[in-house]
Each structure stands twice: as structure tokens, then as C-alpha cells.
């Protein structure tokens, strides 16, 4: 693929408009990454507007995440079979129209309705910006790119509450949804400009349809069974019912990729070690942010009372700490190698998490969260760079598609469990959750980080 990005060259070498690529697709995944979090402090007001539960606030943030990484690996196998310029300017016309039909929303399906679908195009899109970015760069400029990509997912996801909260304090929360309208066009004009066309990649195979649906399945059952948990329990026999049932979804995944003619993935990619380390770590990543943004916005509104403008002002220090985290792993990663990093990032995330777990207050909650966002920004680089370094660019859409399934997985996971762990707290009838959610990312985070120290290969593993 990198080679139709200078095509009268007759040998390979880097793309003079490489880092101006970057920063197309780069902005096309910031607004992606955006709608993770920018519905945040808005949920209190749409629940009030459209007279919503906490399960369906829950499915604002899920169901957008469950579309998104449900269907990226279809995305990212469509990317190496159909070129990715292509997919890119399908997902970003796509996510635009349904960002308008998110914001046009008056009932709880409406919005349900707009959420998935933009979900199903950021799937479109995500995956084959990252597999531009992935194929055009090389050696020591591709852990820098992956670098800057990574601080546009965590610091695009803490911004995402800042804007929430003037979007829904000035206009109202439909603009949330509407912005994606105005920017979408104007980037979709300038990508079809910028964006070279490219041959096929000669990429073998066809789209595994049965196999999307059953890992979006499994992954959706899941989440079900998370969210009810919350006011059912966890040990009842329906949670433990869903549970099974997500479980043998997954298994069905399994023999399906172990016996299509062209499944969606290569389990055998994600069994390599810096491919299943770098998975591993995104998903980690992902739910501890989703924890800081989904219940901090209840924290500070609901709890502290403070309006939504405050709120997202509140946490710009998570968005400065995100992007300082993310950038300063991508320039070091080189010399300290993965695993370092990785362990440090998460044992950073969990004594910020212990902050606001143990002491109550704006300012706890604010440096806590800003602290553990430092170690998470870190860790989003740490995983995308290890995942990635040695993918062959035949696999990069589909690997990119890997990350970027357990980032949205990770999301997904998160909201679930934290609404859950903080069920009382979200409904107003208790401030108990508050504690127990934080208190739930840090023992996360600190796990995460001995599973980390163990698994992460070293500096050039050929694992």
C-alpha cells in the first residue's frame, strides 16, 4: 500500500506527504474517538430530556462501542480487500449521516438507533486510517506516528468531555451529535482531494459476515449481563444465564474462524505475543478511561452539583495529562522498551484511581483521575506500538482492526462495569458507588499491571 502513495517512484521509500496523511486521517479519528466520550456529560440531560433509565443511559455509550468494535475487524479485513482510501471516505460520509440522526433524536430508540449506526461507521473508518498510518511509515517513524495516533485516542477521548460540556451548557446536548455534521463535510471534501487512489493489495479472501455477528453477539450478551447486574445482582441465575450464553457465543467465534474459507481473523495473529500484549493492554486502557469519564460526569453533577460547562471544564487537566502521557511514551519507547513502560503507565493509573477512592472531594477526584489519565495515555501507546511493530503490511488492516476492536471492547466493558459497581450512585439513591466504581479501577489497573510485567515481550522479541 505505500507504494500507490508515491506512484512514480520506482523504488520504496517513505512517502513524501506521509505526516500530512497522518494528520488527515488523524482528525477523521478524533472525531471518532470524540463520540466515545463526548455523550458523557450530556447523559444526565438526555436522560432528563428523554426520560431515560441508567440501563439505557449505559446503552448510549455501549451500543455506539459495541457497533464500533463488534464490526472492526469485519472493517479492517474490508480495508485490505477493498483499499483503504476507499473505506475511509465510505465510513466518514456514513458517520456523518448518522450523527445528524443522533441529534435529530426525540425518543430513546431514535437516539439508540443514530448511536449504532455511527458505531457501524466509525468500524468502516477507524481501521483503515490506522492501516494508512501503519503502511506509509517505517522503523523508528512508525513508533512516533503510532505515538501521535495514540495521543489523539486518549487525549480526542478526554477532550470529547470537555466539548460535551460546552455543547450541552450552550446550545443543548443534540450538538454533540450535530458538530460531526459540519466537519465531516469539510474533511471529506479535503480527504478525497489528499488521498491518493490505490490498487488492490491483493489481499485474498472474502468478508466473514457469520463471524461478525458472532463476536458482536457475544460481546453485546456480555454487556447485557454487566449492566442488569447492577440492579439485579451478580449472582443471580439470569446474570449467570447471559454469562454462559456470551461464553459459548465466543466459542461458536472460534470454530468459525477455525473453519470458514476466509474467516475475519487469523487467530494465529492474535496468539503472537506482541500482538496479544498490545490487545490486552488497549482493553485495560480503554475501560479504566471509560471509568474515569463515565462516572466522574455523574460524580460532579448529580453529586457535586455542578453544571455541565463546569464539569467539562474539570477535566481539561485529564485531557492536557492524557496527550502529555501518550506523547512522552511514543518518544521513549524506543530506548526503555515496551514492558517498562507498561507496567509504570498502569501502576500510575491505580494509585491515581485510589485518590478519589479514598478521599471525597473536586479537587481528589480531578488530580486522581488526572493522574491515572498520565498512565493510561502511556499505556495506549505502549499497546498500539507493541501490537503493531512487526505486522506485515498484507495484515495491517486486519491487525489494525484487532486494536481497535479491544480499544471499543475495552469501552464497551468499562461503561458496563462501572455503571454497575456505581448502580446507587448513578440513580441518585446512595453515594456509596462513587467509591466502589474508583476503587474498582485501581485493583483493575494494578493487576493489569503484574499481568503486564509478565506477558510484554522484551526489547526486539521475536515472540
Request: glycine share 14%; hydrophobic share 55%.
Amino acid at each position: 500500500m505505500a507504494e500507490t502513495m508515491a506512484p512514480t517512484s520506482p523504488t520504496r521509500g517513505p512517502n513524501p506527504h506521509r505526516w500530512k496523511i497522518l494528520g488527515l486521517v488523524g482528525v477523521a479519528q478524533l472525531m471518532l474517538i470524540l463520540d466515545v466520550t463526548v455523550v458523557a456529560i450530556a447523559l444526565p440531560h438526555v436522560g432528563a430530556d428523554l426520560n431515560l433509565e441508567r440501563e439505557t443511559l449505559t446503552w448510549v455509550v455501549s451500543g455506539y462501542t459495541l457497533a464500533f468494535g463488534g464490526l472492526l475487524l469485519l472493517g479492517g479485513r474490508a480495508a485490505d480487500l477493498f483499499g483503504a482510501r476507499r473505506l475511509v471516505i465510505v465510513g466518514l460520509l456514513l458517520f456523518t449521516a448518522a450523527s445528524l440522526l443522533a441529534g435529530l433524536a426525540t425518543t430513546g430508540p431514535m437516539l439508540l438507533g443514530g448511536r449504532i449506526a455511527q458505531g457501524v461507521a466509525a468500524a468502516i473508518l477507524s481501521p483503515a486510517a490506522l492501516s494508512l498510518v501503519v503502511t506509509i511509515f517505517e522503523g523508528d517513524e512508525r513508533n512516533k506516528a503510532l505515538g501521535i495516533w495514540s495521543a489523539l485516542g486518549g487525549s480526542g477521548a478526554a477532550l470529547g468531555v470537555l466539548l460535551g460540556g460546552l455543547l450541552t451548557a450552550g446550545p443543548g446536548w443534540p450538538w454533540v451529535f450535530f458538530i460531526n455534521v459540519p466537519v465531516g463535510l469539510v474533511l471529506l471534501l479535503i480527504l478525497r482531494v489528499q488521498l491518493p487512489p490505490q490498487p488492490s493489495t491483493g489481499a485474498p479472501g472474502r468478508l466473514d459476515i457469520a463471524g461478525a455477528a458472532l463476536v458482536t453477539a457475544a460481546t453485546g450478551t456480555l454487556i447485557y449481563a454487566l449492566i442488569r447486574a447492577g440492579d439485579q445482582g451478580w449472582g443471580t441465575p439470569t446474570t449467570a444465564a447471559l454469562l454462559t450464553t456470551a461464553v459459548v457465543l465466543y466459542g461458536g467465534f472460534v470454530v468459525r474462524q477455525r473453519l470458514a474459507a476466509s474467516p475475519l481473523m487469523d487467530l494465529r495473529l492474535l496468539l503472537r505475543r506482541p500482538v496479544a500484549t498490545g490487545t490486552l493492554l488497549i482493553l485495560v486502557a480503554t475501560a479504566l478511561m471509560i471509568t474515569v469519564f463515565f462516572l466522574g460526569s455523574f460524580y460532579l453533577q448529580n453529586h457535586r452539583g455542578y453544571g455541565a460547562l463546569q464539569t467539562g471544564l474539570l477535566f481539561l487537566p485529564v485531557a492536557l495529562a492524557t496527550m502529555l502521557g501518550a506523547n512522552a511514551a511514543g518518544r521513549v519507547i524506543g530506548r526503555t522498551g515496551p514492558r517498562t513502560l507498561a507496567v509504570l503507565g498502569l501502576l500510575l493509573a491505580a494509585v491515581g484511581f485510589v485518590i478519589p477512592a479514598l478521599w471525597g472531594g473536586t479537587a481528589a477526584m480531578v488530580s486522581g483521575v488526572s493522574l491515572a489519565a498520565a498512565g493510561t495515555g502511556a499505556v495506549f501507546a505502549v499497546a498500539s506500538a507493541t501490537a503493531l511493530a512487526q505486522i506485515d503490511p498484507r495484515e495491517a488492516g486486519l491487525a489494525s482492526g484487532i486494536v481497535s476492536t479491544f480499544h471499543e471492547f475495552g469501552a464497551s466493558l468499562g461503561a458496563a462495569v462501572v455503571s454497575s459497581m456505581a448502580a446507587a450512585s448513578i440513580a441518585g439513591t446512595s453515594t456509596d458507588g462513587f467509591p466502589r466504581g474508583f476503587t474498582t479501577g485501581a485493583i483493575v489497573a494494578a493487576a493489569a499491571a503484574g499481568l503486564a510485567f509478565i506477558i510484554t515481550p522484551r526489547p526486539r522479541s521475536s515472540n
